[in-house]
Structure formats: C-alpha cells, structure tokens
C-alpha cells in the first residue's frame, strides 16, 4: 500500500499519533516542558481525528420520494454535495430501493461522484429509492 493511497486524513491522524509517542518517548528521558506540551497536543488532535474518522466511517443515507426529483431535460436528477454527505472527495455511492420483505436492495440507477465529491444520481422518471454513500 502506497502513501497515495492514504487520504489527508489518515495521513494527518498517522502523523499525529507518531508525534504524539515521540514526545512521550522525549519526555521520558529528558523531561522538558515543550515535550510535554506536545505530547498532549499530539493526544488531543489524534482523539479529534479519531472521533472524525469514526463519524464518516458510518454511511450517509438519503431517501428520494418521486416528487424530490428536479427535471434536467428529458432526464430527473438529484445532487448531494460534499458538504451534506460529508464522506470526502471520493466516496462509494449507491442506488437502492425498498424490497417486498422490507430490505432494500441495489436498483438500476448508477450515481456518478464528481471530482469535487458532489453525488449525482440521473434517471429517465423519477422513483422512490434510497441513497447510500460511503467513505
């Protein structure tokens, strides 16, 4: 596995915790008051970013009625940005619709995630499915 394959944010948390026992380590021998700053920042922001990984680790579900579907030519779309699914620049996205038993399972609709990690779902009429992205 290639550093590229890392996001920022495992990056950012990896370093964290490295900085983090590092000054631990620092501080065990040499006992200096910057070390110990550090080691404590180091804690805190790998608990923030741990706590962040967590949130977006669990998937974002949107239900769509017939009627939320915007008309774009012949064609129905619907849009989720960034910012609403919060689940990055590149997350897994996936139609599903309501089953017979009260599951749901994957439908016909293909959703595109643009480079800026905007959700697009297109479709020749509009139906009620479910909306499933993943980090």
Not at 63 to 83: C, F, H, L, N
Request: hydrophobic letters at 40%; a neutral charge; aromatic letters at 8%.
């Amino acid at each position: 596995m290639a550093l590229s394959d890392f996001e920022s944010e495992d990056v950012a948390l990896l370093a964290s915790v490295a900085i983090a026992t590092i000054a631990a380590l620092i501080d065990t021998f040499y006992g200096s008051p910057l070390f110990k700053a550090l080691k404590i920042l180091g804690l805190f922001i790998s608990l923030g970013l741990a706590y962040h990984r967590i949130k977006t680790s669990k998937p974002y579900f949107k239900d769509m009625t017939e009627s939320a579907w915007k008309a774009v030519g012949q064609q129905y779309e619907i849009r989720i940005p960034k910012s609403e699914h919060g689940r990055g620049k590149s997350p897994h996205a996936r139609c599903l619709v309501s089953g017979q038993t009260g599951g749901f399972s994957e439908c016909w609709a293909d959703p595109e995630v643009g480079r800026d990690g905007e959700v697009v779902v297109q479709v020749n009429s509009p139906a009620a499915l479910r909306i499933e992205i993943r980090k």
